[in-house]
């Protein structure tokens, strides 16, 4: 895994993963260059992917959000648009999978899972304005994931594409102990 | 308090062979299997949508010495095989889908393709397909049974054979 000079490790062509952490190290999300294709050891842990989202400080406050493309524009274009970035750029299957569950049989819908763990889930989310707000439903997603992780001794893991969490989105998947990551695409 | 779903997890993840993925020759023994635990004969579980209602209804009306309070381990993961292979047949044969062993019990899914509309956030797209995770169906009917909820095969059925998805959280 490549680092980027902020902390950043660099995935693919251009692209930049990293953990929270890493934006409070760097303060503000960081653009990638060039780079070599890699795996990523961020996503081989769980827990250690949790202690680095948990170890934000206030960097995502004071950052502006980044600008998605422009021909992106209904929510359906850029949640394809989202997936298709992490399924490049990162070691995850986008299989949507269905799964229940098992404390209150509600349905939940997954964009993928990790290569390496077809039993670790992945969510990933884009937005318009750049940023993720804890809207009810993001809610009652999170509900779900905690009761999901319960169960699998897995959590399912959330990645923002060119979008971060509002403060009270990380302050909730903090509590419920959701790792959760940002991936930034330079746009054409 | 220890879940099927828990146990179907570590089993896997612990290379036990009771956790490891179904694959499709195992199907008929495990239903035959299921009949037997059940005491459902052939008619009743033959394998066709219409029979996901009597499975729904039999579980849910487990006598207290079969449910999985009382089962050890290995018999309630085995249970889970047993449910799920059921289920993956049916979806398999009447919804059109795809047998996909993953490796472990909770990762064996049977995907569907083409034009999966699905509904998330509030928001309606499409997408080339959506899979179906048979552990997790078999282990989470267990676990809802054992808080006195019935589990929904034939809403699952459906779903999968009108290719229509929703993330239903309320």
Known sequence: MLMAAGGGALIGSGAVIFAPVVAAAAGDLLVGTGLAAGSTALFGAGVSAYEASTALGNALEGSSAIPTAKALNSPNEIGAWGEQQVGENLPVNIQHTRIIDPVTGRVRIYDGNFYSDPERFVEVKTSIQGIVYARQMIRDQIATDSNISANYGTSPTWIFVNAKPSRPLVNLMQQNRIPWHQLHVPME | ?170
């Open chain 2, 1 to 170: 308090m220890t879940t099927a779903t828990k146990l179907v997890s570590e089993f896997g993840r612990k290379g036990h062979p009771l956790g490891k993925s179904i694959y499709r020759d195992e199907v008929p023994s495990l239903v035959s299997q299921l009949r037997h635990r059940l005491g459902m004969s052939e008619a009743e579980l033959d394998l066709t949508p219409a029979s996901l209602k009597r499975l729904e209804d039999k579980l849910f009306e487990l006598p207290h010495d079969k449910r999985i309070e009382v089962l050890s381990e290995d018999e309630i993961v085995q249970f889970v095989r047993e449910i799920a292979a059921y289920i993956g047949e049916v979806l398999l044969v009447h919804a059109e889908g795809r047998w996909e062993p993953l490796g472990t019990l909770l990762s064996t899914k049977i995907v569907f393709e083409g034009n999966i509309k699905i509904t998330k956030e509030g928001h309606r797209r499409t997408v080339p397909s959506m899979a179906f995770s048979l552990g997790n169906i078999g282990a989470a009917a267990l676990d809802m049974i054992s808080l006195g909820r019935r589990p929904l095969f034939y809403r699952d059925y459906l779903s999968a054979k009108k290719k229509t998805i929703k993330e239903e959280l309320k």
